[in-house]
C-alpha cells in the first residue's frame, strides 16, 4: 500500500515514527522564566514546524511559544507557581494542567472552572504541586482542533532529593495527520470517526521531530519520561534488547516493576516513567517498537549507542524506587461506590450501542450527520464539547469521603479515562488485583473491561471525567463529580 497523507490512515502512512530526544534540561530560550523562579509566560499562537523531516514540506501549527512541542515547565514539589498564558490565536483557549492536583480554579476548563482566554488576553494560572512526576499541558477549548494542531507541552515536578540515574530524559509523543503538502489534514470532528476509535494520523513524531535514532551511552542510567500527547492512538511499545522498569504512571510512583512481556501500554494523556540500564554494545542500534494496532507495527526510533566504551561495567547501585507523593489512602471498609457505564459508539454491522439501545440505517446516518446528537454515554447521560457553565454533577461527594467508582465499558472500543484535580488508586481490573500499587488519573480500558478505582474526595469542585480519545469526549462521553 503506498504511503498517503490525504487524511486517510493508509499503511505506510501510519507508520511514520518519530524521534527527537529531549534533555529534560533547563529550559528552551523561547521561555520568559525569572532565573530561579517557578514562574513562566507561554503565549498560544500561530507557527510553522518540520514535523516529517528535514526532506519534507513545513507544517502549519499552533504553538505555546512557537514550538512544537511547548516549552518545558519545570517546577518544584511543594513551592508556588505562576504561569501567565497569552491567547494569541483567532478563537478562545485554556489551558489544563494534566494530572496536576491543584485549586479548582486553576484547572482550566472553560464555563467549569474559569471564563476561557479571549483572543488576545491572558490568563494566570496560580498553584502549588504537591506532586513530584511526570505531567502535560494542553488546552481545553476546542481541544480536538487546538491539541491536534499541535498546542501541547510538558511539565516536570522535580523531587526534593534528586533520583539517583545519570540522565533525565523526555520524550514527548503525538501524531499528526499530515497532507503530501506537509500541511494538517481537516477534518476534526468527523463523526464517524467520533463513534469509532478517533482521529489517528498517518505521523507519529517524539519531542515534535520524526527522527531515526537517539543517543546513548552504554553502562549508563536513564529515567526516561514517556508523555502520549496524541488525540486517540494508543502504543504498546517495547525496547528492543532492553528492560524497562516502570518506576512511575500517570507522575505517581508504583512499585518498580518490567511491564509483561516486556510491552507497556500508553493510551492518550497517559504518562510513564521508565528506568533503563543501557548494556547494550557500542556502536550498535536497537529499535524501540509500537505495534498496538494489528498488522501495523513501526519502529518509533532507536537507542544509538556511540562507540565510546561503557561507563561502567556493572549496572549503577541504587534504588529504582521514587519517593511517594503524598496521596491520601483511601478508606475501602468505608468508602462509598458507584457504578459508571460507558456505552455508545460504533459496533460492528453497522449499528449504534447504547442510547437506550442499538439503532440502525436512516436514524445512525442522520446521527453521524455533522450536528447530530452525541456517540457516547456516561450512565446514559452525555455531555458534549469541552466543558461549560451549568454542568450538572451526576455523582455529588462530601469533601473527605473515600469513594470506590466500578467503571464499565460496555463498548466496543477503547478510551482512556481521565479525572481531573485527582489521582486514582487502581484497584482491579476484570475481578483481578491490579499489582504494583498504581495511582492512576487516566485509566486505559479496553473493550468490555471492568476497572475498580479508588480515591479520597479531597479536592473541593467540580471535576471532569472524560474519555481522553478527544472525538470521545467531544461527543458525549464525558461527565462531571461534585466535591462539595
Given amino acids: 500500500m503506498n504511503t498517503e ?21 533547563g529550559p528552551p530560550s523561547s521561555m520568559l522564566r525569572a532565573a530561579g523562579s517557578n514562574e513562566y509566560r507561554i503565549i498560544a499562537t500561530k507557527a510553522r514546524a518540520r514535523l516529517a523531516g528535514p526532506d519534507r514540506p513545513e507544517t502549519g501549527v499552533w504553538a505555546y511559544d512557537g514550538t512544537v512541542p511547548g516549552p518545558l515547565v519545570r517546577l518544584r514539589q511543594g513551592e508556588p507557581a ?62 480536538l482542533e487546538q491539541l491536534g494542531r499541535g498546542l501541547a507541552g510538558a511539565v516536570i515536578v522535580e523531587e526534593r532529593d534528586p533520583v539517583a540515574v545519570d540522565r533525565d530524559l523526555l ?34 513524531t517524539l519531542n515534535g521531530q520524526v527522527s531515526e535514532g537517539e543517543p546513548v551511552r552504554a553502562g549508563e542510567r536513564v529515567r526516561l519520561r514517556l508523555v502520549n500527547c496524541s488525540l486517540a492512538r494508543i502504543m504498546a511499545l517495547r525496547f528492543e534488547g532492553h528492560e524497562p522498569v516502570v518506576v512511575a504512571i500517570d507522575g505517581q510512583p508504583c512499585d518498580p516493576h518490567e511491564p509483561e512481556a516486556g510491552r507497556f501500554l500508553l493510551g492518550p494523556a497517559m504518562r510513564v516513567d521508565l528506568v533503563l540500564d543501557m548494556h547494550g554494545e557500542p556502536g550498535r542500534r536497537y529499535e524501540v517498537v509500537d505495534d498496538f494496532y494489528d498488522g501495523l507495527s513501526y519502529r518509533l526510533s532507536q537507542l544509538a549507542y556511540d562507540q565510546q566504551p561503557p561507563i561502567r561495567e556493572h549496572p549503577l547501585d541504587a534504588s529504582l524506587g521514587l519517593p511517594r507523593n503524598p496521596l491520601p489512602e483511601p478508606d475501602l471498609g468505608t468508602a462509598e461506590r458507584h457504578d459508571l457505564t460507558l456505552q455508545g459508539g460504533m459496533m460492528g454491522g453497522g449499528m449504534m450501542a447504547g442510547m437506550g439501545g442499538m439503532m440502525g440505517g436512516g436514524m445512525m446516518q442522520g446521527m453521524m450527520g455533522m450536528g447530530g446528537g452525541p456517540a457516547w454515554t456516561i450512565n446514559g447521560m452525555s455531555m458534549t464539547g469541552d466543558g461549560h457553565a451549568g454542568m450538572e454533577p451526576a455523582l455529588t461527594f462530601q469533601r473527605g469521603r ?8 460496555q463498548t466496543a472500543w477503547w478510551h482512556p479515562m481521565h479525572l481531573h484535580g485527582h489521582s486514582m488508586r487502581v484497584l482491579s481490573r476484570n475481578g483481578a488485583p491490579v499489582p504494583h500499587r498504581q495511582w492512576q488519573d487516566t485509566v486505559l480500558m479496553a473493550p468490555k473491561d ?35
Fill in 82 to 143: 505562576r504561569l501567565v498564558v497569552e491567547n494569541r490565536l483567532a478563537q478562545e483557549t485554556t489551558v489544563h494542567w494534566h494530572g496536576v492536583r491543584l485549586p479548582n480554579a486553576m484547572d482550566g476548563v472553560p464555563g467549569l472552572t474559569q471564563p476561557p482566554i479571549r483572543s488576545g488576553e491572558s490568563f494566570v494560572y496560580e498553584f502549588t504541586p504537591p506532586d513530584a512526576g511526570t505531567f502535560w499541558y494542553h488546552p481545553h477549548a476546542n481541544s
Fill in 171 to 204: 520524550w514527548l509523543l503525538a501524531d499528526w495527520r499530515l497532507r503530501e503538502t506537509g500541511e494538517i489534514a481537516s477534518g476534526f470532528g468527523n463523526r464517524m470517526e467520533a463513534a469509532m476509535s478517533g482521529r489517528v494520523g498517518n505521523t507519529v
Fill in 402 to 409: 473515600s469513594v470506590v467508582l466500578i467503571l464499565r465499558n
Fill in 5 to 25: 497523507f490525504n487524511g486517510r490512515v493508509s499503511r505506510r502512512g501510519f507508520l511514520q515514527a518519530g524521534a527527537g530526544l529531549l534533555l529534560a534540561a
Fill in 450 to 484: 471492568v476497572v475498580e478505582v479508588a480515591f479520597v474526595a479531597d479536592n473541593p469542585g467540580d471535576w471532569m471525567l472524560h474519555c481522553h480519545v478527544m472525538d470521545h469526549q467531544m461527543t458525549g462521553m464525558m461527565t462531571v463529580l461534585r466535591v462539595a
